[in-house]
């Protein structure tokens, strides 16, 4: 302990793990007297427990260390030393029989010595905590011949257990080698939840045993399906990279595509979503694509239950997704049986509270933790009472008001899941996607307001990293926070965009959930993390994952110059409304007090 | 005549153009009696007159229509009719000498018969229109065997002449197949010019052969640079597509990178852009990166017209950029022999003014039409007088203010050419770059803000589609509008966000600018316009241009359904503030009055 103490308290902590080299996200602890390398031995080798993902992932990393030879942008101020090559990592793991699931253990040690002489040591208590380590070893490697950060120690435990990505499969289609890509993208951010939206009203592209009608025609085609195969491979792929696969079959709204098959247990499928003379209210669905199933008809609970066994069968996660969000009165009352239930003084939330009632039972006896959107508890119209959900068995997603419903939630007594969309939203600010919006149609000159997005503006990475998502909670709530989740929904994605939409972006939750935000001082960590996360990208690039760029590459080249030194509220200060300083307009925008 | 004013009234225009079949940009004149197809024959065969140019489209084109077989998501509701395959479309051109360049004819005729017992017909003035009526060819090819839409007459031509994409290559850098790939996709959309902003302050990557130190110091590396092959290599490409190379060497400001080879010709380069205790006014730079050449150093011209004479060689156009967007005061005030020159009385402006004396006459000579940035004209704090720039030799190019800038430049008998950044800035609404930026450093709850970009929205495609270059200009002005360029600046852009970043928005500006954004009522073309981009961005995929998607598949299979009927405007008197409807905060959004 003294000695870790006075290592400690000599080498400034900030400089150990940024430059010279970079791991992302930032350990917890790193300890590096002296920063230095050595040679990757070309005979180098992992020894490790057998164990099948666990082997995988070793040959894996054992051929990307070999074979990289990343070469950093900022060249390492690293001394190469003489020491024999390292020509071997031990794992040792505690127990190699944990499963991956929610809260198991993902710690790790890592212990580079200063000479090959000795081996490289990783100890973790799961086989899930040693892939965490072999990535950050895998990182600390570079250079041609293959070199390695050397004489330092790593411990290292993640904040928050639920560190995920939302993709939305429906609205547009990815084909599995984009899924793929994206849960090694997670993985090489220590990402460990995948939240698979698969179906919505707008395509059913999974396509289920015991339901294949529902793919059949609910999908946008033969060539955008994903089979029992597909789903297969992708949540062993998961396995062996350490990332959960959480599916989720939104219902009761968001339903529509599931009409093609079922047009009878689907209320106001096909409609104009939002017909003239109608008020806002008064919606069919909150954006075009229009349905939800009927709780009162029996044979939905048939169709519901054979999804749930199938999603069940296929996905072995112990968290299902059930939806739950943006239940729209008017889409319900256009039924004729609901509208005999309410004449007779029944309430649209006494239907949900059927429906939930109806599944949830069933899909925890299937040993599962169920998990909402928060809708189903906050919505103002149409929600249940917390004496359905019991807190055990059910999470709740926010995803409205950033602080304010997670503060609602946990007071409730619910874990929650974070992804606010003001903060963790990656779809937003590119603009509205329906036609003949006359919000455009202004005459030139006018303001051209926010772009048309619900959600505006763009989550830059910085609104993610800086996003606190306990804030304002007192411990006891903060510990039912369980992570977060951000989240591309894809009216305005696919194929040609979801590398770049969601990278770099889900890297600065991802360091934000893993270690932090903020220096050991409780300072945010900006003008550091800007150089760091830069570098990441440019290797996330090399290893074929199309992050957008942050900066030039100037400011990557030359660090610290491409930061600002001036605290905006005092900018403010100086050229806020009614001082006679006031800039021209375009300097305004260039400072955002436009 | 007769029989065509018959045709005319007898087909909506709307139908014809939009669906069946589409046509991006959509053509001036599309006369279609009966919406039918015909096969086209396997031996299908161009006849034209001798060009190398329009030999290696016609080739181009041919390999096209015989191999694309593009399936459209909504199939045409067209009868194949059973005449005879089109076997051979003539190409005929009044003047096959007329040169690619500004003002060159680019009208054309189109007529496919019903029947393949004829020959279908392009007649164009020049070359440039042939290759523009080619393309209108080969989007009305489709399915597999390959149909052509038939019995129809076509007949186009542009609104305005100057019709572009700007690209920097500086802030990150684009491999030269990025460069081609964008040419190609430009000429599938009948843009006309690609205006390279090739260096700037961050890296200087084009090889001159008088100067080759400049990009041997000041380029981003070895494999970071475009040779006089690659140069080559791109005008040709642009030729063989119909496209404009026009080259922009900013200067004397966004020079930084020339201080690598030659720091005595450069003012305050490699110093912190602004400085803490600096006012924003007495900035170095307007961000990251600066520099700017010294007008009272005679080596200076010694460089600049080495360099002029290069890039005057390598690019054959007759416009020339020669930036001089951006000078900062504070900048040249740090060099002592300018600091001399003000003490005895003198003023930047006559800086600027000796040394665009000293260079606008020598690019002139070399039978080149300059464009400068606006502020060369505009700006607050350093301009020129209208004296030293003959509007026969000048054209003035805006970015700022809208409508307000370009009234401000054709009222003083300038050309102009419209990158207004409200509307035609690819690169905004993505957040900032600098790093350490306090703006993002708020707790959570607070309003996100703008994303921290200068020129937040983001431009969506309809912002882009509606925006009226000639707004508020009599008929006298509005000739003096050459037409427009939408601009990526590579800030936060690099190749894995070019595609998406520039298509289809580029398309949205490419119809406005061709056929305009209304109909024939002069009304807005909207939900039309939204279905049919929609169309042409899945073609333009599938011809390998990444353009990014504008709403769900499902909008495409449900024409109309992803609309919206309501005027914004009445829905805000409904909902507005101080109302008793006031939905709640995420509806609110949803329709953008949060």
Redesign the interface.
Known sequence: MFTIFLLCSTIPEISAVGYPINVWPKPTTFLWTRPQAILLSPNFTFSHPNHPYLTAAVNRYLRQVLTEHHDPLVKPRLNLTSALPLSSLIITITDVTSPLTHGVNESYTLTIPSSGSSNATLSAHTVWGALRGLETFSQLVYSRPSIVASGLYISDVPLFMHRGVVLDTS???YPVEDLLRLIKAMSMNKLNVFHWHITD???FPVVLPLEPELAGKGA?GEEMKYTAEDVKRVVEFGMEYGVRIVPEIDMPAHTGSWAEAYPEIVTCANM?????EV???DRFA????TGQLNPLNPKTYEVVKNVINDVATMFPDSFYHAGADEILPNCWKVDPSIQTFLSKNGTLSQILEMFVNSTLPHITSLNRTVIYWEDVLLD?SIKVSPSVLPPENVILHTW?????NIKKVVESGYRVIVS????YYLDC?????????????????TD????????????????I?????T??LNETESKLVLGGEVALW?????S??M??RIWPRASAMAEALWSGNRDETGK?R??EA??RLNEWRYRM?TRGI??????????V??P??????????Q?LK??GPGTE?K?????M????IG
Chains 1, 2 share one sequence.
């Open positions: 609205r547009n289609y009203s707008h395509s946008y104009f979503w939002w017909p003239a008020e806002w209210a909150s954006e075009p694509g103002s409205n008001n950033g602080p304010n606010s969309s003001d903060f600010g590119h603009g509205g996607f329906l036609g003949n919006d006359s919000q455009y149609d202004q005459p030139p000159g051209p307001g926010n772009g048309g997005s619900w959600c505006e503006p763009f989550k830059t990475w910085q609104t990293y800086n996003y606190d998502i804030y304002g894809s009216e305005q994605a696919d040609t965009v590398d770049p945010k900006y003008a800007t150089d690039v199309g992050a957008e760029p942050i900066q030039p590459l100037w400011c080249k030359n610290g110059m491409c930061n600002t030194v001036h605290p905006f509220r900018w100086h050229y300083m800039p021209e307009r375009k300097d925008q260039r400072l955002q």
